[in-house]
């Protein structure tokens, strides 16, 4: 399989997240207008809401790259789907699907670097037809947010996540991962899940 640099890199901020210290904070909310050029994505661009609701705990880390290492990716995804709700992934027009996990890492410069991962909606026709997507059964979020609250990262919906030599590994089913572009970061906002 061929991993390409973009992946390779979100694959590198997925292992930062787990080699550094994180500074557990309140719960957030962020938007994003989120881009796509790929056609296995859909083409075209609208406004993502993320709202986190509770950051990720080192051992809940620490016990999905266990899953992942020991036992590969269907095994960190039984363990991401019994990992207790750390916020909602939304656009204007949907409802929402839950994220699993959300674990931030603060960069030398004053900003943060944020890994979000969960399972993905996989719809009936999908589980019942298995087409090569059902291979790739997680999203996975990497944002950069400055000391003042903005930033850019990427998204890719389709992502297959496996352990080789130490080294996580992210495949993205796409071209190329959804751009996030003008991310905003601000405190959650009340009634929000």
Same mark, same amino acid.
């Given at each position: 399989?061929?991993?390409?640099?973009?992946?390779?890199?979100?694959?590198?901020? +997925?292992?930062?997240? #787990?080699?550094? !210290?994180?500074?557990?904070?309140? &719960? *957030?909310?962020?938007?994003?207008?989120?881009?796509? @050029?790929?056609?296995?994505?859909?083409?075209?661009?609208?406004?993502?809401?993320?709202?986190?609701?509770?950051?990720?705990?080192?051992?809940?880390?620490?016990?999905?790259?266990?899953?992942?290492?020991?036992?590969?990716?269907?095994?960190?995804?039984?363990?991401?789907?019994?990992?207790?709700?750390?916020?909602?992934?939304?656009?204007?027009?949907? +409802?929402?699907?839950? #994220?699993?996990? !959300?674990?931030?890492?603060?960069? &030398? *410069?004053?900003?943060?670097?944020?890994?979000?991962? @969960?399972?993905?909606?996989?719809?009936?026709?999908?589980?019942?037809?298995?087409?090569?997507?059902?291979?790739?059964?997680?999203?996975?979020?990497?944002?950069?947010?400055?000391?003042?609250?903005?930033?850019?990262?990427?998204?890719?919906?389709?992502?297959?996540?496996?352990?080789?030599?130490?080294?996580?590994?992210?495949?993205?089913?796409?071209?190329?991962?959804?751009? #996030?572009?003008?991310?905003?970061?601000?405190?959650?906002?009340?009634?929000?899940?």
């Amino acid at each position: 399989m061929t991993f390409r640099p973009s992946i390779l890199g979100a694959a590198v901020a +997925l292992v930062s997240s #787990l080699a550094f !210290a994180q500074t557990l904070g309140q &719960p *957030e909310h962020f938007t994003a207008n989120a881009v796509s @050029t790929s056609p296995q994505y859909g083409t075209g661009q609208q406004i993502i809401d993320i709202n986190v609701t509770r950051w990720s705990t080192p051992a809940e880390r620490d016990a999905l790259v266990a899953a992942l290492t020991s036992k590969g990716q269907d095994q960190l995804l039984k363990a991401l789907q019994k990992m207790k709700q750390t916020g909602t992934i939304r656009t204007p027009d949907s +409802l929402g699907y839950p #994220l699993r996990y !959300a674990f931030q890492t603060p960069d &030398p *410069e004053g900003g943060r670097t944020i890994v979000i991962a @969960t399972d993905r909606p996989i719809s009936f026709w999908e589980a019942t037809n298995q087409p090569r997507s059902f291979d790739y059964p997680f999203t996975v979020i990497q944002m950069h947010i400055d000391r003042d609250g903005t930033g850019k990262g990427t998204m890719s919906y389709a992502t297959r996540i496996t352990a080789k030599n130490n080294t996580i590994e992210l495949e993205d089913f796409a071209t190329q991962p959804i751009m #996030l572009n003008n991310i905003k970061a601000e405190p959650a906002k009340v009634g929000k899940g």
